[in-house]
């Protein structure tokens, strides 16, 4: 068995919910918030047999969309410089960890 821990941009999170439990997934959403980027972030928790993860995987890529977004730059006490302009930084998509799951119970 398996924990599959993601780590998905909120633009995406009902999508991507939607689609686990139409593939006959279970998951569980936390919010959460990142250091780089504004906009908000959601874990999802996703326990599964271990011959289900690689489908899975399928699932969430699907699910899941980048785009680019403006963020502001670098506060700097330099007058003058680059770093205050404005950026455009590439967004979404996700990161997922997946760890051996010992025992498991529901109740």
């Known amino acids: 068995m398996k924990l599959v821990m993601t780590v998905i941009s909120n633009s995406d999170v009902e999508k991507v919910m939607n689609e686990i439990a139409n593939n006959g997934y279970s998951a569980t959403k936390i919010s959460t918030t990142g250091q780089f980027l504004v906009e908000g972030?959601?874990?999802?928790?996703?326990?599964?047999?271990?011959?289900?993860?690689?489908?899975?995987?399928?699932?969430?890529?699907?699910?899941?969309?980048?785009?680019?977004?403006?963020?502001?730059?670098?506060?700097?006490?330099?007058?003058?410089?680059?770093?205050?302009?404005?950026?455009?930084?590439?967004?979404?998509?996700?990161?997922a960890f997946t760890i051996n799951v010992e025992e498991f119970q529901k109740f």
């Open 41 to 95: 972030h959601t874990a999802v928790l996703i326990v599964c047999d271990d011959e289900r993860v690689e489908k899975l995987y399928e699932v969430l890529k699907a699910s899941v969309s980048k785009r680019v977004v403006r963020t502001p730059g670098v506060t700097s006490t330099l007058h003058g410089s680059l770093l205050n302009q404005s950026v455009d930084v590439e967004e979404g998509g996700g990161i």
